[in-house]
C-alpha cells in the first residue's frame, strides 16, 4: 500500500511543481514554442498537437497554447489544432493519473471520495463537458483527479471535445488577431468567450444541485 500512495503524493507534488512553475512564475516562453514549431515548415500543425498536448500535461496554461496555435496558424486552422491538442492532451493527463494515483485513492476507502467516483460513472461525460465550459477553472489539474477518481478514457475525450471546443475557438481567434485587437476575429473571439463564462457557469451550477439532489435521496 506504501508503493501506490507514495506515488500519488510524488504526483501531488509533480502537479504543484507545474503550477508554480508555469502559472505563477510564467517560466516558458512562448516564442521558444513557436520557434520549434515553425522549424517543422508544413507539419507544423502536426508537430504542435502532441507537443501542445504535452505541455498541456505540465500544466502550461490552455489559453496561452490556444494562443499561440492562433498566432501560428490562423483562426480555422488553430482552432482544429488546439481541440485536437486539448483533446489528446485530456487523455494523457488521464492516463497519468490514474497510473500515478488511482490504486491510492481507492485503497483509501473514504466514503466521500468513494461517492464522487461512483456519481462519475453516471455522470463523468457530463462533468467534464461543465468543467471545461466552467469559467476560471484550468483543464489540467481536474483531469488529473478525473483520472485518480475513476473516469473513463471515452469520457474525457468526449467531454473535453464537446465542453472545449468554444474556448478553443475563443482563445485561438484572440491569438491569431494580436496583430490586429479590434479586428473581427478578436472581437468574435471576446463574445464567444464571456457567452461560454455565462453558460459554463450556469451549466456547473445546474449539474453539481443535480448531483448533490442525487447524493440526498438515496
Keep these: 500500500m506504501a508503493g501506490p500512495r507514495l506515488r500519488l503524493a510524488l504526483f501531488a507534488l509533480a502537479v504543484a511543481a507545474g503550477l508554480l512553475a508555469f502559472s505563477v512564475l510564467d517560466v516558458l516562453d512562448t516564442r521558444d514554442v ?13 508537430v504542435y498537437v502532441p507537443l501542445s498536448a504535452v505541455l498541456g500535461c505540465l500544466l502550461v496554461p490552455g489559453p496561452v497554447l490556444a494562443g499561440v496555435s492562433g498566432a501560428l496558424f490562423g483562426t480555422a ?4 489544432v488546439t481541440l485536437s491538442a486539448s483533446t489528446l492532451g485530456a487523455v494523457l493527463g488521464l492516463w497519468i493519473a490514474r497510473w500515478a494515483g488511482r490504486d ?4 483509501l476507502g473514504h466514503a466521500r471520495v468513494e461517492a464522487v ?3 462519475l ?3 463523468g461525460l457530463g462533468a467534464v463537458v461543465a468543467q471545461r465550459l466552467a469559467p476560471g477553472v484550468p483543464d489540467a ?17 468526449l467531454g473535453t471535445l464537446v465542453g472545449s471546443a468554444p474556448r478553443a475557438f475563443s482563445y485561438t481567434a484572440i491569438g491569431a488577431s494580436l496583430d490586429d485587437p479590434t479586428g473581427a476575429g478578436a ?5 464567444v468567450l464571456i457567452l461560454v463564462t455565462v453558460v459554463g457557469a450556469e451549466v456547473a451550477r445546474r449539474l453539481f444541485v443535480g448531483v448533490r439532489a442525487a447524493q440526498r435521496g438515496r
Design 187 to 191: 472581437i468574435a473571439g471576446a463574445v
Design 121 to 123: 460513472e453516471r455522470h
Design 34 to 46: 513557436q520557434q520549434v514549431v515553425d522549424g517543422a515548415g508544413a507539419f507544423a500543425p502536426v
Design 141 to 157: 489539474p481536474l483531469t488529473y483527479a478525473f483520472g485518480v477518481l475513476g473516469l473513463q478514457t471515452w469520457q474525457i475525450a
Design 117 to 119: 467516483s461512483r456519481a
Design 77 to 80: 486552422t488553430g482552432t482544429v
Design 104 to 107: 491510492a485513492v481507492a485503497d
